[in-house]
């Protein structure tokens, strides 16, 4: 039954390819957002599971709330 539907509905088969490219951007953002933080970024994220509440005063180029 849903093979039929499918088969109804024209151009269908765009929606795979829109997938795959909307995975393909994000996951480049995500690989680029990474490879392009600085080391004090980085060690201020990885820092943020374990605060317990007090306020880490803010380096160079890093802003805290």
Do not use: R, W
Not at 24 to 35: D, P, W
Not at 36 to 65: C, F, N, R
């Amino acid at each position: 039954m849903i093979k039929n539907v499918l088969s109804d509905i024209g151009g269908v088969g765009i929606y795979g390819v829109i997938s795959i490219c909307l995975f393909f951007a994000v996951f480049t953002g995500a690989v680029l957002f990474s490879l392009l933080m600085t080391k004090q970024t980085v060690k201020t994220i990885s820092a943020l599971p374990l605060e317990d509440g007090e306020k880490i005063p803010a380096s160079k180029g890093v802003a805290h709330e």
